[in-house]
């Protein structure tokens, strides 16, 4: 081999590189800064040496299964604080506390609005949040799936900022628009709740945008060996999230309106809140740097069908990631279930009452929570798929202990946390091996396909659960939970042992 190309073959573009020792026969595991000089030929090859490698990375050689040790310093290299030393995932991770935090308390604003503007002492509230919650969610089916692809084409960055900041936008302008037209009707109903319900369409189409260019992010920013902490970050800021903007919605709007009564913005100070965190998203998320790659015509425009194919195309090709997808379809769909059946839960415990559902639901999300960390720092140890089968068969388990305790709180309480925990175990796992598998160009399509079939997925045990208790019973659907759980469980696990391995 000419000395020219052994130079170019020996050109690294990772942190650790692999590379042949000819004296010894062996392979040696190097730090990618590390400057390679080519001694003369031996024995026929060109010999590169190391002159700066140290005694601990030159003795990392082949174990009897062929695999490579870990490092000394690898365990250090584990858990949250890595990731959180990154800037670019740092931005990112900050942009989404915002704006989920501004997700979860603008359903909680629309409630607020509604009851102050437009409710009648003699209505119910149900019928008016039964709308602006289809206006939240149509968008996630119809556009969910084709957003996808523009993201594919767009700058990542720009999309993340530009979404936070039109929905932002958006917010802050309501208290004009709904002053502007104080008093009109449309047919039996006012003018200012048709633009409640326009608005939350638009904010709703935005997030089908920003969700897929916010996936797709991570792994632009993140190195493949932290992925998984990043996602277990990532999905405990999510479900944190959901806790603390339903819990903690209603106060923060109320302190809001306390502080604008104090200033002088009595009437916008909600709005504000909500506006404001979402526009603090977009400001922190210009601080990222995403090291992407364009591969695109700057002319060429989204073909929406033709993106919809090559996404299905490209996810019946690809067993590991159909996989997943079929795994966080599976858990997604269970917790749906159990959102109906937590008020069943309610009812039936003496402790509480129907109306104290969310502290079950809360339960479970801060159980994901815990799970979230807990892989953070130690779910490196285990392949994905053996962490999905583990999860799995966790959440089956906790199903069946809610089939037999689902009438005293404590036991109930700690079953739903345990489901929390191993539904994170499946979650988190699943979501990295979708990231790290897929290529750039293609995440969009996939991300965007993965939220629409999650969405779709949801709808069904939102609408089958409460009639399927009140046909069989809440114990026989918690156990044929239980078993939608562990089949979906061996079903990968079994597809995925035939399947090409990712680099854990």
């Known amino acids: 081999m000419r000395s020219q190309d052994l130079e170019k073959q020996f050109k690294f573009h990772q942190p650790w590189a692999i590379m042949k020792d000819w004296e010894t026969d062996s392979l040696l595991e190097i730090p990618a800064s590390t400057s390679v000089e080519l001694d003369p030929v031996k024995n026929g090859h060109s010999t590169p040496s190391f002159p700066h490698v140290s005694p601990e990375v030159e003795d990392t050689r082949t174990d009897n299964n062929g695999s490579f040790p870990k490092l000394p310093q690898d365990d250090e290299e584990r858990g949250f604080l890595p990731v959180l030393r990154n800037k670019n995932f740092l931005a990112l991770w900050s942009g989404q506390l915002f704006s989920q935090l501004a997700d979860k308390v603008y359903l909680v604003l629309m409630i607020a609005i509604i009851s102050t503007r437009f409710q009648q002492a003699d209505q119910t509230i149900s019928g008016w949040v039964s709308a602006i919650m289809m206006a939240f969610t149509i968008p996630a089916v119809l556009f969910g799936a084709g957003a996808g692809g523009f993201v594919d084409r767009w700058s990542k960055k720009a999309v993340l900022v530009i979404t936070n900041l039109l ?46 260019a916010e996936q797709s992010a991570i792994p632009l920013v993140v190195e493949k060996r932290h992925l998984l902490s990043a996602n277990s970050l990532y999905t405990t800021t999510m479900m944190a999230s959901v806790i603390v903007g339903f819990a903690v919605g209603e106060p923060l709007l109320a302190l809001a309106d306390f502080m604008g009564n104090l200033l002088g913005f009595e009437a916008i100070g909600k709005e504000l809140i909500v506006g404001g965190e979402y526009v603090i998203a977009g400001l922190i998320l210009l601080l990222l740097n995403p090291k992407e790659q364009n591969n695109n015509s700057p002319h060429e425009q989204p073909h929406i069908l033709a993106d919809l194919r090559d996404g299905i195309r490209y996810l019946s090709n690809h067993t590991l990631i159909r996989n997943a997808l079929l795994q966080l379809i599976i858990l997604f769909s269970i917790f749906a279930a159990l959102a109906v059946l937590a008020v069943r839960l309610a009812e039936i415990i003496p402790e509480i009452s129907s109306s104290q559902f969310g502290f079950l639901l809360a339960a479970g999300g801060a159980g994901m929570g815990i799970g979230a960390t807990i892989l953070g720092h130690l779910g490196h140890r285990f392949a994905h798929f053996q962490l999905a089968l583990m999860g799995s068969l966790g959440v089956a388990g906790s199903l069946v202990g809610l089939s037999i305790f689902n009438q005293q709180l404590w036991p109930t309480l700690s079953l739903i946390l345990c489901l929390g925990i191993f539904g994170a175990i499946v979650a988190i796992p699943m979501q990295t091996t979708i990231q790290a598998e897929t290529p750039e160009e293609m995440r969009g399509k996939v991300f965007g396909l993965q939220n629409n079939a999650i969405n779709i997925a949801l709808s069904l045990p939102l609408a089958l659960a409460g009639f399927a208790e009140t046909l069989i019973g809440l114990s026989n659907v918690f156990l044929s939970l239980a078993g939608l759980a562990i089949a979906g469980g061996f079903l990968t696990w079994l597809i995925s042992r035939n399947a090409p391995h990712i680099a854990e």
């Open 167 to 212: 929905r932002g936008g958006l917010v802050l302008a309501l208290p004009v628009v709904l002053w502007l037209f104080q008093g009109q009707h449309l047919g039996q109903l006012p003018v200012g709740f048709y633009i409640l319900l326009i608005t939350t369409f638009l904010v709703s189409t935005l997030t089908q945008f920003f969700a897929p």
